[in-house]
């Protein structure tokens, strides 16, 4: 890996642990109908790195984030939680946007990945509690992943527009 490309998997990474923590401390809106909802900030991050470097460099962003986010604001529950989503979240993307990108936007391609990520955490939770009952809240995380899929692309996209016009400079 070249040092440039190894200062901005860095700076991305800095980056998305930053929206990892500022996010533990916005107050959840919806805590009556979803509680432990979160709009998932360090997902523009996970998307802009998955569009610019490829699945590799997107699992490592979004583990590393998971991982030292986690050790700053979380707690090993948490992490686990965080890790499994975004596995499988940042797989799912990848192949949409590798295999599907002509069906798909950067904000179907969001969506797919909110909706991958509470599948994978409701699962880790439900293993962990030995309870599948759990899954009965899928379809509000689901309602509640529309929004938050939508806007994390829509943000990806003017993310990935300003630094596309910041290099033609």
């Known amino acids: 890996m070249s040092t440039r490309k190894f200062v901005q998997i860095a700076m991305l990474t800095s980056l998305g642990i930053a929206l990892h923590m500022l996010e533990a401390y916005i107050p959840n809106p919806l805590i009556v109908f979803a509680p432990g909802a979160k ?76 909706i991958g990520h509470n599948i994978a955490q409701l699962f880790v939770a439900s293993l962990l509690v030995s309870n599948m009952h759990l899954f009965i809240y899928l379809p509000i995380m689901m309602l509640v992943s529309i929004f938050t899929g939508s806007f994390i692309g829509f943000t990806a996209i003017h993310v990935l527009r300003r630094l596309n016009t910041a290099t033609q400079r």
């Open 39 to 114: 709009l998932g900030l360090a997902n523009i991050i996970a998307l802009v790195t998955l569009v610019l470097f490829g699945l590799k460099y997107a699992l490592l962003v979004n583990i590393l984030r998971c991982i030292i986010g986690g050790l700053i604001v979380g707690s090993v529950m948490s992490m686990m939680y965080s890790i499994s989503g975004a596995i499988i979240s940042t797989i799912l993307m990848w192949a949409t946007y590798k295999h599907l990108s002509k069906y798909f936007s950067l904000i179907g391609v969001s969506l797919l990945g909110a």
